[in-house]
């Protein structure tokens, strides 16, 4: 079989590539916040004191953490609707389907960074006239980001690349935007070669930008009141 590569038909392309890539950029970031929103209100529910509160918690990430990220997108694609009469937009649909799943995640990587403080730091905070909820905010999530920033940069890595099971739906992403001009030049090596390339160096990109601040807070100690 001959066949020779040939990239330069993706020149014409570019625009296609350069939304996609912006849909995929909107996504991820989107599913970056509010995931780890959900994601640090659920580590408060798992580190609770009440028994039936950490239950809720337990459930919840028991039961993200083990379906697939496609199945819980198809469920609220097309069962949500089919419920509730609700149609909302495939961004939406996958900016909720995802930052539920990535909620999980990130739940149980601020629950294990926080276990590992020194539990006399909520009492000595406690003394000082600091209420919990203010505790959490200023001294205990702060020195529980520090400890698991290599776990969070390798859960945002892993958001870009499930942000593109949202092709499954139509959604414009990048990897729906190489399928169609894959299927219609018929070169899907050099298509996908292509998009593969910019997807790596967006992640490198993003790498690059957490080492970076991983080595700027990272190695500084947590301080103890």
Request: charged content about 10%; hydrophobic content about 55%; glycine content about 4%.
């Amino acid at each position: 079989m001959n066949y020779s590569l040939n990239f330069h038909f993706l020149l014409n392309y570019r625009a296609v590539l350069w939304e996609g890539l912006l849909n995929t950029v909107q996504l991820s970031l989107a599913i970056m916040v509010s995931g780890f929103l959900l994601g640090t209100l659920l580590a408060l529910l798992r580190l609770s004191p009440r028994p039936l509160v950490r239950a809720v918690g337990q459930i919840y990430v028991n039961l993200l953490r083990n379906l697939p990220a496609l199945i819980v997108l198809f469920w609220f694609f097309y069962a949500l609707p089919l419920y509730t009469g609700m149609q909302v937009s495939r961004f939406l649909t996958a900016w909720l389907a995802f930052s539920l799943y990535t909620a999980a995640y990130f739940c149980e990587i601020l629950r294990g960074s926080l276990q590992k403080l020194p539990a006399g730091q909520w009492e000595a905070a406690s003394m000082l006239g600091f209420s919990r909820r203010r505790a959490f905010a200023v001294l205990m999530l702060p020195q529980a980001l520090r400890h698991s920033l290599p776990a969070l940069v390798n859960e945002v890595i892993e958001i870009v690349k499930i942000s593109a099971v949202a092709a499954t739906i139509a959604f414009p992403e990048l990897l729906s935007q190489a399928r169609m001009i894959s299927d219609s030049e018929y070169r899907p090596v050099e298509t996908y070669t292509a998009v593969a390339g910019i997807i790596m160096v967006f992640i490198l990109l993003l790498s690059a930008l957490a080492w970076l601040i991983e080595a700027r807070y990272a190695p500084a100690k947590s301080r103890s009141l």
